[in-house]
């Protein structure tokens, strides 16, 4: 990692240890009740991937629809920065419930848009709040051009945020 590990301003310093999370272990976070940790889960250093993602399928089945479509554009998300679609794909079509749905003529297509459409706002939202932090306040015409972005887009771009030095950079690479 080559991120600062101090922040310091005029009348403050702010020094901190940096972690990479996949040195972490997942079952904290999987043991957690809050479903956001659990999901996050799959950003550590996961030992039984398609275990983990089973149980948090499961556990985001039990959730009211709108709910459950923004959970799983969150799973998707952070399941793209490590590469686990085709495991989640797999374990979807396994879940009776959630295949039955996805499957069905009226609501399947507009439950894939849903997810799409809160995959795209979701990753929108994490992008924007990183190049935030890292750079401060965006140009319209950034904010203008990110919000065109299309999911691998936007999973792209955050991972060439992490080695950027400046906007500039980042939107001219």
């Given at each position: 990692?080559?991120?600062?590990?101090?922040?310091?301003?005029?009348?403050?310093?702010?020094?901190?240890?940096?972690?990479?999370?996949?040195?972490?272990?997942?079952?904290?976070?999987?043991?957690?009740?809050?479903?956001?940790?659990?999901?996050?889960?799959?950003?550590?250093?996961?030992?039984?991937?398609?275990?983990?993602?089973?149980?948090?399928?499961?556990?985001?089945?039990?959730l009211?629809?709108?709910?459950?479509?923004a959970?799983?554009?969150?799973?998707?998300?952070?399941?793209?920065?490590?590469?686990?679609?085709?495991?989640?794909?797999?374990?979807?079509?396994?879940?009776?419930?959630?295949?039955?749905l996805?499957?069905?003529?009226?609501?399947?297509?507009?439950?894939?848009?849903?997810?799409?459409?809160?995959?795209?706002?979701?990753?929108?939202?994490?992008?924007?709040?990183?190049?935030?932090?890292?750079?401060?306040?965006?140009?319209?015409?950034?904010?203008?051009?990110?919000?065109?972005?299309?999911?691998?887009?936007?999973?792209?771009?955050?991972?060439?945020?992490?080695?950027?030095?400046?906007?500039?950079?980042?939107?001219?690479?």
């Amino acid at each position: 990692m080559n991120m600062a590990s101090e922040l310091a301003g005029s009348h403050h310093v702010c020094r901190y240890t940096l972690i990479d999370i996949r040195s972490l272990d997942s079952e904290p976070f999987l043991q957690s009740p809050w479903l956001a940790d659990n999901i996050v889960a799959i950003l550590t250093n996961l030992r039984h991937q398609r275990e983990t993602l089973r149980q948090i399928l499961t556990r985001i089945a039990t959730l009211e629809p709108g709910a459950r479509a923004a959970a799983f554009a969150q799973l998707f998300i952070l399941a793209g920065l490590r590469k686990l679609g085709k495991i989640i794909e797999t374990e979807v079509k396994a879940m009776p419930i959630l295949d039955s749905l996805l499957d069905h003529d009226l609501l399947g297509p507009a439950i894939r848009q849903g997810m799409e459409e809160g995959m795209q706002r979701e990753g929108l939202l994490m992008v924007r709040r990183m190049l935030e932090k890292r750079f401060g306040a965006l140009p319209p015409a950034i904010e203008q051009h990110l919000a065109q972005l299309a999911v691998a887009e936007l999973e792209s771009l955050s991972l060439h945020l992490l080695d950027a030095t400046s906007l500039e950079e980042l939107f001219n690479h």
